[in-house]
């Protein structure tokens, strides 16, 4: 049974359960809606529902890090054993795409970290009670359903933040290892207007009229393509992680018993390939944006 | 875009809190684990590749002091051979020298010996030879003196010769 939306918020939302229950006979709607829902707010801060499973991520990781830290011994036993195969196999599989363990070195304390946000909170959301527990929020003669957590990639709040520090680390970084003009020059490529007299009448190059000003607007293009680098990377975890959230739910509320187990094995997967994928991505972006720009490596160009 | 941010309620509060809560992670993570981690990885890499270098110049000294005692026990056993081998000829050589000692001792001896029992012979015969002309004497004198019978005659040549004999 579906239910009418209570507000102009959930008009974009997914409905997937309407079961309507209530002693006072009013509408109670389960809804997946596509932004993470205001649980309570400090002075003018909210916290979402997204927010506080990210927080929960945060604890989690930091719980996680003194306990290795404390357990640390030459000879390594227990957690200690799972960390380092986690971080040896991170660095193997780094090293392969940077081709250079100094790239590795210098990228891993943040992409490894990534890594493990984003599949913390990836798992989280599949945890029972993430989604389910919560309150029923009424406007007026409708209600709706709240749940104290969801899961934090399922908010484009947390994807777009990491897309955002991600994208312009790799930018920080491109300018540390190659200098700030030749960085520059990748997106506004303005050594190739400048080199256009030049290859005219020194080097008699007259192709290069036509020539330089398309390298020019390509290095153009690569400035756009940051822009959709902050839009692939944010709405394909959002994407993914969401649309496991409601195919969850609708296997749920279509049979609750043994019908979501399956999925929920998938949905594990997911959640560790999609933060792969997105660690992968931004390692590769700061090894492409760390690489000499083509045309300032050869200058025969 | 405004749908999009509308849509999606994203709010410059949320991000930054996310951003807050992604740099936590980064600095509690590097802090508390990676850099540790590492350390640890490091120092153990360090350590295995020590401790190979070390096992390899051990197995070399090992190799070269077991090439070293084998080269001294043979050139030991050469030595002993050839003290053997000298101490073999020096004892030839000393029995050979005691063996012509002894002979020229014994020879000596002998000489000695023969030249003593000459004396004594030469002594004995000079002994004999007064004594038999003692006899001679004496028994000349007795025939001289008494007419003796043949019978007599015969017996006192036979007491003649064996005292003779006697000496």
């Known amino acids: 049974?579906?239910?009418?939306?209570?507000?102009?918020?959930?008009?974009?939302?997914?409905?997937?359960?309407?079961?309507?229950?209530?002693?006072?006979?009013?509408?109670?709607?389960?809804?997946?809606?596509?932004?993470?829902?205001?649980?309570?707010?400090?002075?003018?801060?909210?916290?979402?529902?997204?927010?506080?499973?990210?927080?929960?991520?945060v604890g989690c990781i930091i719980i996680l890090s003194l306990l290795i830290r404390r357990k640390i011994q030459t000879v390594p036993r227990g957690i200690q054993n799972v960390a380092e195969a986690l971080l040896s196999g991170a660095t193997n599989l780094a090293d392969s795409i940077t081709g250079s363990p100094e790239k590795t070195a210098?990228?891993?304390?943040?992409?490894?970290?990534?890594?493990?946000?984003?599949?913390?909170?990836?798992?989280?959301?599949?945890?029972?009670?993430?989604?389910?527990?919560?309150?029923?929020e009424t406007h007026g003669q409708e209600s709706a359903f709240v749940p104290l957590f969801r899961g934090g990639t399922a908010d484009l709040n947390l994807t777009l933040a990491l897309a955002i520090v991600t994208v312009v680390l790799t930018h920080i970084f491109g300018v540390i290892a190659t200098g700030a003009w030749s960085h520059l020059n990748r997106f506004v490529s303005f050594n190739v207007l400048l080199e256009i007299?030049?290859?005219?009448?020194?080097?008699k190059n007259f192709a290069a009229i036509l020539i330089n000003p398309i390298k020019f607007f390509v290095g153009l293009i690569e400035t756009v393509g940051e822009l959709a680098k902050v839009a692939s990377l944010s709405f394909r975890l959002f994407g993914n992680i969401f649309a496991g959230e409601v195919l969850l739910g609708t296997m749920a509320a279509l049979f609750a018993y043994i019908l979501p187990t399956p999925f929920m094995f998938l949905e594990v997967m997911v959640g560790f390939i999609q933060a792969m994928i997105f660690a992968i991505l931004v390692l590769m972006f700061l090894t492409v944006l760390t690489t000499e720009h083509e045309h300032e490596a050869s200058p025969s160009h | 875009m405004e749908s999009i941010v509308s849509t999606f309620h994203i709010n410059w509060a949320s991000l930054i809190a996310q951003m807050v809560n992604f740099a936590l992670v980064v600095g509690v993570l590097w802090y508390f684990a990676f850099k540790p981690l590492s350390k640890a990885m490091d120092a153990r890499s360090k350590h295995i590749e020590q401790s190979l270098k070390d096992a390899e110049a051990i197995t070399q000294k090992l190799e070269a002091t077991n090439a070293e005692s084998n080269r001294i026990v043979i050139e030991a056993k050469q030595?002993?051979?050839?003290?053997?081998?000298?101490?073999?000829?020096?004892?030839?050589?000393?029995?050979?020298?005691?063996?012509?000692?002894?002979?020229?001792?014994?020879?000596?001896?002998?000489?000695?010996?023969?030249?003593q029992i000459?004396?004594?012979?030469?002594?004995?015969?000079a002994q004999a030879s007064a004594e038999l002309g003692e006899i001679v004497a004496q028994a000349a004198g007795a025939v001289i003196s008494q007419k003796l019978s043949s019978e007599a005659d015969?017996?006192?040549?036979e007491k003649v010769l064996e005292q003779a004999k006697r000496l």
């Open chain 1, 1 to 57: 049974m579906t239910t009418a939306s209570p507000t102009a918020d959930t008009v974009n939302s997914i409905e997937h359960d309407s079961a309507t229950v209530s002693a006072t006979e009013q509408h109670v709607s389960h809804e997946a809606t596509l932004f993470a829902e205001p649980i309570f707010t400090i002075q003018n801060f909210t916290v979402t529902n997204a927010l506080l499973t990210s927080w929960v991520a």
């Open chain 1, 106 to 136: 210098r990228f891993m304390p943040i992409v490894f970290p990534l890594f493990v946000f984003i599949l913390i909170n990836n798992w989280l959301g599949l945890l029972p009670g993430v989604g389910t527990i919560g309150f029923i």
């Open chain 1, 197 to 203: 007299p030049k290859e005219i009448f020194v080097k």
């Open chain 2, 79 to 115: 030595q002993a051979d050839q003290i053997i081998k000298d101490a073999r000829v020096l004892a030839e050589s000393q029995k050979e020298q005691a063996l012509a000692k002894v002979k020229e001792q014994s020879a000596s001896i002998v000489a000695a010996s023969k030249v």
């Open chain 2, 118 to 125: 000459e004396q004594l012979k030469n002594q004995a015969v």
């Open chain 2, 154 to 157: 015969r017996k006192m040549i």
